[in-house]
């Protein structure tokens, strides 16, 4: 079992950056591939970001690469996601998700536990 609180939302301008973390707790985190989500009011989840649980290999979503960047840190149990360059379309509540084992999933069908979310609003 892994149980997972998000951190770091708010409001914030178009241009700016917030960093989101993760805090996991249970004893097999490091056992997990990781993974950032969203969702925006009137849309269904979708994929931001994943990482392996060795921080060799990352994923993105078109819509976030090269302005947002997901690290771990396995020691402290958390995943980072740095979000830079913010636009009002990446409004939406963000969730992290945990997918044990070593590969990386893009759907959300592939973790199996998940945060609660934190609302993430960028103003124009």
């Known amino acids: 079992q892994v149980q997972l609180v998000e951190s770091g939302g708010g409001l914030v301008q178009a241009g700016g950056s917030l960093r989101l973390s993760c805090a996991a707790s249970?004893?097999?985190?490091?056992?997990?591939?990781m993974g950032w989500f969203r969702q925006a009011p009137g849309k269904e989840r979708e994929f931001v970001a994943a990482?392996?649980?060795?921080?060799?290999?990352?994923r993105y979503a078109d819509s976030v690469k090269g302005r947002f960047t997901i690290s771990r840190d396995n020691a402290k149990n958390t995943v980072y996601l740095q979000m830079n360059s913010l636009k009002p379309e990446d409004t939406a509540v963000y969730s992290c998700?945990?997918?044990?084992?070593?590969?990386?999933?893009?759907?959300?069908?592939?973790?199996?536990?998940w945060g609660q979310g934190t609302q993430v609003t960028v103003s124009s």
């Open positions: 998700a945990a997918r044990p084992g070593y590969s990386l999933g893009s759907t959300r069908f592939e973790y199996d536990y």
């Open positions: 990482i392996t649980w060795g921080s060799d290999d990352t």
């Open positions: 249970g004893r097999t985190f490091s056992r997990n591939a």
